[in-house]
C-alpha cells in the first residue's frame, strides 16, 4: 500500500514544480478543452454512474445520499459551465499583493503563489471531482483525489475523460491523480505524507471530516458541518419570508447550506407560523419545534436539546419562537457551525445589526442560506467552504488555492 501511494505523491510533487510555468492562455485552452469533453462523453459518464447507484440501492442507503451520487444531463452540464467560468476568471498566480521598497533600495513584492499539492478528500458528490480539477488547475495547483467508494465508478470516469483532454491538449504531465484505491488504508497513509502534500480539503460529512483532521500530519482546511439558520424578525414580508424558508430548506436539503433552524420572533410568530406549517406539510417536511412552537402549530415533534445542533440534511426543520434578535443571535452563535445565517426583515438596522454579531461564515439578508457557494458567489466553482477562521473561510474559491512568496530586487546591497 506504501509502495502505491509513495509513487502517487513524488509524481504528484515533481507536477507541482512543473506546473508553475503554465501560462493562463495554455491553462484556460485545457479547461474549455475540459469541459467540452464532458459533454462530448456524458453518456460514458452517465453509465458509469449508473453502476454507483445500482450498488447504493441495493446497499438501501438514503434518499438523500443517492440525490448527492446522482449525475444527469443537467449536473454534466453545470460541470462543463463551472469549468468554462473557471477558465473565464482572472488568474491570481503571479498577481502582486502589494510592493514595499526600502530605504535602501531593496524592492520587495509579495505575490501570489499555487500551494502545490493539495489532498482532497471526499464522499458521495463525483461533481466534486471535476469542480476541484478545474480550480486546481486554474491556480497551478496539483490535486490528488480521493473520493468514496461508492462513487468510484463515476470518478474514475470523469478523470479518465479529463486526463484524455489534457492528452490531447499537448500536456506532457499530469496534473491530478484520481485514487482508484478505496479502502481507509490509503486514506490514512496520505494523510501522513507531509513531506510531499502541502494542504489537505476534506468535504463530506462530520464524522470524515474528524477522521481526517485526527489522522492527519497536513494542515486541513475545513467544516464539520452545516446548521444553517433564518431568522424571521418581526418586520417582515409574509410572502418573502415563506419563500426564502421554503426554498432554504425544501430546494435541495441534502447539502450543507440548506437550512436548519428556523428561529421566529415572538411578534409574528402567531401568524407566520401556520402558513409555514401549511407550505411544510405539503412539501413532506418534518417540523420538530420547541414549547412556544408547539402551541402555535400543533401535530409537530417536540424539539429536543440535540435538535437545535442537529445537521439533518434531510425534510426535517426544527423551530423555535424567539423573544427578540438578541436571543436569535445568542442562539445561533451558541448552536450553529459558523457556516450561513440569514435575517428575513424590513429593518435595515436590524439587518446590520445581525450580520455584525453573527459569528459565521457567511451572513445574509434577505436571501436564501442556499447562496452559500462558490459558484452563486461568482467564484466559477468551490473547491470547498471553511468554516475556520485562517487563510480561508466561506466558500473558497481561486484565491483561497493560493499562498504567497516575498520577492525582493536588489543592486548589490549587503546588510551592516
Known amino acids: 500500500m506504501s509502495v502505491y501511494v509513495k509513487k502517487l505523491v513524488k509524481e504528484a510533487r515533481e507536477a507541482s514544480y512543473k506546473m508553475v510555468n503554465l501560462t493562463t492562455p495554455q491553462k484556460n485552452s485545457v479547461l474549455f478543452s475540459m469541459a467540452q469533453a464532458l459533454r462530448i462523453n456524458k453518456e460514458f459518464i452517465i453509465n458509469e454512474n449508473k453502476k454507483d447507484l445500482k450498488a447504493a440501492i441495493e446497499n438501501k442507503l438514503k434518499q438523500s445520499f443517492i440525490d448527492r451520487l446522482t449525475l444527469n444531463d443537467k449536473r454534466i452540464e ?127 460529512g462530520e464524522s470524515l471530516i474528524r477522521k481526517v483532521v485526527d489522522t492527519s500530519s497536513i494542515p486541513v482546511i475545513k467544516h464539520y458541518k452545516g446548521v444553517c439558520h433564518i431568522f424571521v424578525d418581526k418586520t417582515v414580508n409574509m410572502k418573502q419570508s415563506l419563500s426564502i424558508c421554503i426554498n432554504s430548506k425544501a430546494q435541495r436539503p441534502s447539502v450543507c447550506n440548506a437550512v436548519e433552524t428556523i428561529l421566529v420572533h415572538e411578534g409574528v410568530a402567531e401568524n407566520f407560523l401556520p402558513h409555514l406549517k401549511k407550505e411544510f406539510d405539503s412539501l413532506g417536511i418534518q417540523i420538530r419545534g420547541d414549547k412556544k412552537t408547539y402551541e402555535i402549530i400543533q401535530n409537530i415533534k417536540k424539539a429536543q436539546e440535540k435538535d437545535w445542533s442537529t445537521e439533518y440534511l434531510d425534510l426535517i426543520v426544527s423551530i423555535k419562537v424567539v423573544k427578540n434578535l438578541d436571543e436569535a443571535i445568542e442562539h445561533i452563535n451558541d448552536y450553529g457551525s459558523h457556516h450561513t445565517d440569514t435575517i428575513v426583515t424590513n429593518n435595515s438596522k436590524r439587518a446590520e445589526k445581525f450580520v455584525k454579531e453573527v459569528d459565521s461564515a457567511c451572513c445574509f439578508i434577505n436571501i436564501s442560506t442556499r447562496f452559500s457557494d462558490g459558484h452563486q458567489f461568482g467564484l466559477g466553482a468551490e473547491i470547498g467552504i471553511s468554516t475556520d477562521k485562517l487563510h480561508a473561510r466561506g466558500p473558497m474559491g481561486l484565491e483561497e488555492l493560493t499562498t504567497y512568496k516575498y520577492i525582493a530586487r536588489g543592486e548589490g546591497q549587503i546588510r551592516t
Open 78 to 204: 453545470e460541470m462543463s459551465v463551472s469549468l468554462e467560468e473557471v477558465a473565464k476568471l482572472s488568474d491570481p498566480i503571479g498577481k502582486v499583493i502589494s510592493k514595499i521598497e526600502r530605504p535602501n533600495g531593496i524592492k520587495i513584492d509579495k505575490v501570489r503563489v499555487p500551494i502545490g499539492v493539495v489532498l482532497i478528500v471526499y464522499e458521495a458528490r463525483p461533481n466534486v471531482t471535476s469542480d476541484c480539477i478545474g480550480l486546481l488547475f486554474k491556480t497551478s495547483n496539483v490535486g490528488i483525489l480521493r473520493g468514496g467508494g461508492s462513487a468510484i465508478h463515476s470518478n474514475k470516469a470523469i478523470g479518465k475523460i479529463l486526463q484524455e483532454a489534457l492528452i490531447k491538449k499537448g500536456m506532457s504531465f499530469p496534473v491530478f491523480f484520481v485514487v482508484e484505491k478505496t479502502d481507509h488504508e490509503t486514506v490514512d497513509v496520505l494523510l501522513r505524507e507531509d513531506k510531499y502534500i502541502d494542504l489537505v480539503i476534506p468535504r463530506g
